[in-house]
């Protein structure tokens, strides 16, 4: 997974760079939540820097939209078009702003996420190859060479630091410290522990399995008491409260006698609301789906 900053067109070093002066204004702190998150994102960025980029963007976004919106608000001829330019850009910097400070705790849920989706698989298909009498090694050789995205990248650093003399069992700890997915994580420990203490790890692989297992169910369980809710949500947002309002918008346009150019565009605005409060339903279910699944 490559760490890009949303809304932005160029690479880290490059944004670091153009970005020094803002990243200069911003106030330095030690103990920092965001500089632990870029620091297990994996990412070459300290706290300020990234606040900077941050910074930068929202400037450059107000600015333009400030002007493209006067622009389009001026054709329509909207009286105190600059209370409403001004309104519309400094409502969609800040979602700007906000998408890209949360973003770094994003990907590390996405990057949770992509190595849990096929830990189960992984897991069974080292315990086909142990139980066909496979060394452990080329087990991990296997899969890193396999077709198990995020996963196989992981193991590749551990055969690395195998390869370069570490114990397996001090390779597999060194994925789980530098991991935040606790299925993996407490995976790589009980393999880790198999090996330490000498124990059949065919056995070991298929208790973590069966634990895996149960764990679906009790995800797909919770996945479904979560939706009910959502759904009910998204009917008074997306459907309901849209066709309300266009009657009573209708209703009210033509007893205020409002210039057609001011109808027209707050159905306009109606409509780009209506089309994104789908996506950001869509998203939302996306982001309650099982992460194991």
Same mark, same amino acid.
Do not use: H
């Given at each position: 997974?490559?760490?890009?900053?949303?809304?932005?067109?160029?690479?880290?070093?490059?944004?670091?760079?153009?970005?020094?002066?803002?990243?200069?204004?911003?106030?330095?702190?030690?103990?920092?939540?965001?500089?632990?998150?870029?620091?297990?994102?994996?990412?070459?960025?300290?706290?300020?820097?990234?606040?900077?980029?941050?910074?930068?963007?929202?400037?450059?976004?107000?600015?333009?939209?400030?002007?493209?919106?006067?622009?389009?608000?001026?054709?329509?001829?909207?009286?105190?078009?600059?209370?409403?330019?001004?309104?519309?850009?400094?409502?969609?910097?800040?979602?700007?702003?906000?998408?890209?400070?949360?973003?770094?705790?994003?990907?590390?849920?996405?990057?949770?996420?992509?190595?849990?989706?096929?830990?189960?698989?992984? !897991?069974?298909? #080292?315990?086909?190859?142990? *139980?066909?009498?496979? %060394? +452990?090694?080329?087990?991990?050789?296997? =899969?890193?060479?396999?077709?198990?995205?995020?996963?196989?990248?992981?193991?590749?650093?551990?055969?690395?630091?195998?390869?370069?003399?570490?114990?397996?069992?001090?390779?597999?700890?060194?994925?789980?410290?530098?991991?935040?997915?606790?299925?993996?994580?407490?995976?790589?420990?009980?393999?880790?522990?198999?090996?330490?203490?000498?124990?059949?790890?065919?056995?070991?692989?298929?208790?973590?399995?069966?634990?895996?297992?149960?764990?679906? !169910?009790?995800? #797909?369980?919770?996945?479904? *008491?979560?939706?009910? %809710? +959502?759904?009910?949500?998204?009917?008074? =947002?997306?459907?309901?409260?849209?066709?309300?309002?266009?009657?009573?918008?209708?209703?009210?346009?033509?007893?205020?006698?409002?210039?057609?150019?001011?109808?027209?565009?707050?159905?306009?605005?109606?409509?780009?609301?209506?089309?994104?409060?789908?996506?950001?339903?869509?998203?939302?279910?996306?982001?309650?789906?099982?992460?194991?699944?």
């Amino acid at each position: 997974m490559i760490f890009k900053i949303p809304f932005t067109f160029s690479d880290i070093e490059k944004l670091k760079k153009r970005s020094k002066y803002f990243a200069s204004k911003i106030r330095y702190k030690r103990n920092s939540k965001l500089n632990e998150t870029l620091e297990s994102a994996g990412v070459n960025i300290t706290r300020e820097e990234y606040l900077g980029i941050v910074l930068r963007s929202f400037v450059i976004n107000f600015i333009l939209l400030f002007v493209i919106s006067n622009t389009i608000l001026i054709f329509f001829n909207i009286g105190n078009f600059y209370i409403f330019g001004f309104g519309i850009a400094i409502l969609f910097s800040l979602f700007v702003c906000f998408s890209q400070i949360v973003y770094p705790s994003t990907f590390i849920a996405r990057k949770q996420r992509e190595l849990e989706k096929n830990l189960l698989p992984a !897991l069974q298909d #080292i315990y086909v190859q142990l *139980n066909s009498g496979i %060394p +452990l090694f080329n087990i991990m050789v296997n =899969i890193s060479d396999g077709d198990y995205g995020l996963l196989s990248q992981e193991f590749k650093k551990a055969v690395k630091k195998i390869n370069a003399g570490e114990p397996e069992a001090d390779a597999l700890n060194y994925l789980g410290k530098i991991n935040n997915s606790n299925y993996f994580r407490r995976t790589l420990w009980q393999i880790s522990n198999g090996i330490n203490s000498g124990s059949d790890m065919s056995a070991v692989i298929k208790d973590s399995i069966r634990a895996l297992n149960e764990e679906i !169910l009790i995800q #797909i369980q919770n996945y479904g *008491n979560k939706l009910n %809710p +959502l759904i009910v949500v998204y009917m008074l =947002i997306a459907v309901i409260i849209p066709a309300l309002s266009v009657a009573f918008l209708t209703i009210l346009s033509s007893l205020l006698n409002l210039p057609k150019n001011m109808t027209i565009l707050i159905f306009i605005t109606l409509f780009v609301f209506d089309i994104f409060m789908q996506i950001m339903f869509l998203g939302l279910v996306k982001s309650r789906r099982p992460s194991l699944l």
